[in-house]
């Protein structure tokens, strides 16, 4: 019997340079794969054109090669545009929404954010207000919601009834309703595909079997599972949603951090390994500061060093890294 190898992904958005943040959880998606013996593909999110540029794309590749982390599949810093840039792909991602309109479960909306906000009194969390259906069942065409609206309409996923659940490496089993969801955007009303839809067309057309990235995105995986259930496509069996990395005003680390980015600390000198230990110190693969390699992470990669908290990140740790 033929086993597919697993298969892991990188998947950097070049809206601004990668941070200590994002190598720490490409670090941990590549050495998740490669201590199975599995594959790495390297897959460039720059869905949103107009705040994706293409020096941090080529600044994002060739920070994460200089780190030492490869791919099987996938751009190097210096090949143009391809099948594994998302700005490519929108024609596979349209297919995908027409299949859902046609299948009645995605529906014109013509909301603003603020008229969610205003339709939305209970108290939300991380991820704003959850859409409370106001579209659903409205228009029985796009472009009657068009002639509706001053703006072109979205397109939103409508959720069935159903809970979803999944095992995460990291947190365990999880449960969600769509109740507490709300049914979300599929197609933008700026003409361009959302997140979610990108990276589930994107995650089955390549094979993807293991995910992993911030617990920031626990509940997208919920949303992705509901359209590979829908879209009929296999989902990935493995998930990890893992600790964030906190500056030291214990907020995540954003790409405005820049002097955390990888570009600024490899031009103030800083090697490779101090970063590669640094994150695995953050993670618990190291239970003290000192710089690393990936082949011995590859071997001490475990998922039970993983549950724990964010991590904050210190004037010391920065000491030692720049040291
Ligand atoms: N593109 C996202 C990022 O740069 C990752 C999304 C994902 O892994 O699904 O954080």
């Known amino acids: 019997m033929n086993i597919p190898r697993p298969t892991g992904r990188l998947a950097p958005t070049p809206s601004g340079l990668l941070h200590l943040g994002n190598a720490r959880s490409f670090l941990l998606a590549w050495l998740w794969a490669r201590s199975e013996g599995g594959r790495v593909i390297m897959r460039i999110e720059d869905i949103d054109l107009p705040r994706c540029r293409p020096i941090f794309r080529r600044q994002a590749l060739s920070d994460l090669h200089w780190l030492g982390l490869d791919w099987d599949a996938g751009p190097g810093p210096d090949d143009a545009l391809g099948p594994f840039d998302q700005s490519t792909r929108f024609e596979q991602y349209r297919r995908a929404l027409d299949r859902l309109v046609q299948a009645g479960r995605a ?31 409205r228009f029985a065409t796009f472009a009657e919601a068009a002639a509706q609206s001053r703006s072109t309409p979205a397109w939103r996923f409508a959720f069935s009834d159903k809970a979803f659940s999944f095992r995460d490496e990291v947190q365990g089993p999880v449960l969600a309703h769509p109740h507490d969801l709300g049914d979300f ?7 361009l595909p959302s997140y979610q839809i990108a990276v589930t067309v994107d995650d089955a057309a390549m094979g993807v079997s293991q995910v992993l990235r911030g617990r920031d995105l626990l509940l997208s995986t919920v949303r992705q599972l509901a359209l590979y259930e829908a879209l009929g496509l296999q989902a990935p069996a493995h998930w990890a949603h893992v600790p964030l990395l906190l500056s030291e005003e214990a907020r995540r680390l954003a790409k405005r951090d820049g002097g955390l980015s990888l570009k600024a600390l490899r031009e103030q000198g800083v090697a ?8 695995a110190f953050s993670c618990g693969l190291q239970s003290e500061l000192r710089p690393a390699t990936l082949t011995e992470l590859t071997q001490c990669f475990d998922f039970a060093f993983l549950h724990r908290p964010d991590f904050t990140l210190t004037r010391e740790h920065l000491a030692w890294l720049l040291a």
């Open 107 to 137: 529906y014109p909306c013509v909301c603003s954010r603020r008229d969610i906000e205003e339709a939305t009194r209970a108290p939300h969390g991380d991820e704003g207000a959850v859409y409370p259906g106001t579209c659903r069942g």
């Open 185 to 191: 955007v599929l197609w933008r009303k700026d003409g």
């Open 272 to 279: 490779p390994a101090r970063i590669l230990g640094l994150c």
